[in-house]
């Protein structure tokens, strides 16, 4: 299962480091990840920007605003920029939650969590497989961060990501800090989740970092990634190889110098997985193709 032609660690694009990343002559920056909510602005100096992006840099596309597991239709005009935005900066791929933000009445400003059963399964496959006939392609199923749990679950959270993206044949976005957030609030074992997903099917994976507010994490994406995360990070890439990562970093927004620091923290676990890849290899254990 190819991963096209993206490799090492990467960030999220954000505005106001747009001008830096431009201005330099050179970069450490392999990748970028575009959150499609920020761009879908027709013209504009931040069009024009992105098109200067997507000039030396590959990209690849990542939303919230589907609601990909929602009740209600999937919206095609919100769908159709983001197509459009994907053929005009000629991205990689497009990544979406498994999640839902409401129903025809009430919007939600978050990524809510889905019931773990056999019909949501079925409900979310569909709705993927809609978005990918429309879309020409895979798109990629993002874990979310999780407060509270479905009495009515049926299975764990990674046998539900599972079997979505058996039954919808999608790829996978990894969010480890996610997992680790999740795993923290509701007292599960994230080794557990981990082991579960299908990593076959992972196609990039998010490292971000976290709020602790006393009794629960936060998933704030306002602090650099976490030990544990790390640790668990580096742990999931020597037994399964090298695969595409990025820091996400969305609030209280630090200094270019200051991410590409911590970029620069995953691209030495990469890079230290592809010079044991072949032994990897050997002694029989998993990788992606």
């Known amino acids: 299962m190819s991963r096209g032609s993206l490799s090492g660690a990467g960030i999220g694009l954000r505005l106001p480091h747009v001008q830096q990343i431009l201005a330099a002559d050179e970069t450490s920056i392999p990748w970028l990840e575009v959150l499609v909510d920020n761009w879908l602005v027709e013209g504009g100096l931040n069009k024009h920007m992105l098109e200067a992006i997507a000039e030396r840099y590959p990209l690849v596309l990542h939303s919230v605003g589907l609601s990909l597991g929602g009740p209600n239709p999937i919206d095609l005009g919100y769908l159709r920029q983001v197509k459009t935005l994907k053929q005009q ?112 099917r992972v196609k990039q994976i998010h490292l971000a970092g976290f709020h602790d507010k006393g009794d629960y994490l936060l998933d704030a994406h306002n602090h650099p990634v976490d030990e544990r995360v790390w640790q668990a990070f580096k742990t999931f890439i020597a037994l399964n190889g090298h695969i595409p990562s990025m820091i996400e970093w969305d609030s209280d927004l630090p200094s270019l110098e200051r991410l590409l620091a911590e970029r620069s923290l995953a691209a030495e676990i990469l890079d230290a997985a592809l010079v044991t890849e072949p032994e990897l290899s050997n002694r029989g254990g998993k990788r992606c193709a």
């Open 89 to 200: 900066t000629g991205a990689l791929w497009y990544s979406e939650h498994a999640s839902f933000s409401g129903n025809a009445s009430l919007k939600v400003p978050d990524l809510l969590p889905l019931p773990y059963t056999q019909e949501a399964v079925e409900h979310l496959s569909r709705r993927i497989m809609q978005v990918q006939d429309f879309m020409g392609e895979r798109i990629l199923l993002e874990n979310v961060s999780t407060y509270v749990s479905c009495q009515f679950n049926e299975m764990t959270e990674g046998e539900f990501i599972a079997a979505v993206a058996q039954e919808a044949d999608c790829y996978l976005l990894l969010d480890i800090n996610n997992a680790f957030v999740t795993s923290k609030n509701l007292n599960q074992d994230m080794q557990a989740f981990m082991e579960v997903i299908p990593v076959e």
